[in-house]
């Protein structure tokens, strides 16, 4: 018996060994399995800063949603460089510090290109240019700017209408007064708190000249360009330093301009070009 174990071991175990080199004779000679390749990493969302008080450039629809030119332009740019707007409110005189905070990534809410914020922040090229005009009841005499000595004109506070104002109304007597938002101004003007207003000249004809609140007002005096005050143009801000993000908004702005997209986004809003000079 014990003979007859030991033999049977030996066959066993030699037969165990053979197969085993089989299997790894059988596995070596086998090509290796090609490795998946790796997913495209997604980029992050972008996050633009608004203020969803400046009809037709940046409002809300009856739903809440945000929308305007200005919007339509931010998603239109983000669809160029592959990223998802996603949008955070903010009041407007603090756009820049929010930004600053990290809040958010831009701001895309028609602020202008001037000296005095770009030494805080940076800026894409412009998108478009509008000027700016004064707005009172089309009954006020006027003849200059001192004829309106003694008006009560609300702005937007932090705004370049502002700057303007308190550079060239208050001087010559009139009372400026700083809102949160335009559409502040709108209502205090209805309700007689206010003589009238400086704004964007298409913000203010579809925000509220065209509405049965603005009927009996109307622009007087020239039209308000001064780069001092306005700028060069509308921008896309960001913090300072951040050259790739820059370079991409260009590019997708560009894109957008060449490929009919701005022309698509502008019609639904403007019958002219509202990127100006």
Do not use: H
């Amino acid at each position: 018996m014990k003979s007859l174990f030991v033999s049977l071991t030996v066959i066993a175990a030699a037969t165990l060994v053979g197969c085993g080199k089989n299997e790894t004779a059988s596995s070596t000679s086998a090509a290796p399995a090609a490795a998946a390749p790796a997913a495209p990493a997604e980029m992050p969302d972008l996050k633009v800063a608004i203020d969803p008080t400046y009809e037709p450039f940046t409002f809300k629809t009856p739903d809440g949603k945000p929308t305007g030119f200005d919007v339509d332009i931010a998603e239109a740019l983000c669809a160029e460089i592959k990223r998802k707007c996603v949008y955070v409110e903010q009041v407007w005189d603090s756009m820049i510090p929010g930004l600053q905070a990290k809040k958010y990534d831009v701001i895309v809410s028609s602020m202008s290109i001037t000296e005095e914020r770009q030494q805080v922040v940076d800026f894409t090229d412009k998108y478009y240019n509008t000027p700016s005009r004064i707005v009172v009841k089309s009954s006020t005499p006027f003849t200059d700017i001192a004829s309106l000595k003694g008006k009560k004109i609300g702005v937007l506070k932090g705004s370049t209408q502002e700057k303007y104002a308190m550079g060239e109304l208050r001087p010559a007597g009139v009372s400026v007064v700083p809102y949160e938002a335009q559409d502040q101004v709108y209502l205090d003007i209805k309700s007689g708190r206010l003589d009238g207003t400086v704004a964007d000249s298409v913000e203010v004809t579809g925000g509220f000249l065209s509405k049965p609140e603005g009927q009996g007002y109307g622009f007087v005096g020239p039209v308000l360009n001064e780069a001092k005050y306005y700028g060069s143009g509308v921008g896309i801000a960001m913090r300072q330093g951040e050259t790739q993000l820059k370079d991409e908004l260009n590019a997708a702005i560009k894109a957008i301009r060449s490929n009919g997209t701005y022309d698509t986004v502008s019609k639904k809003y403007f019958d002219f070009d509202v990127y100006g000079d």
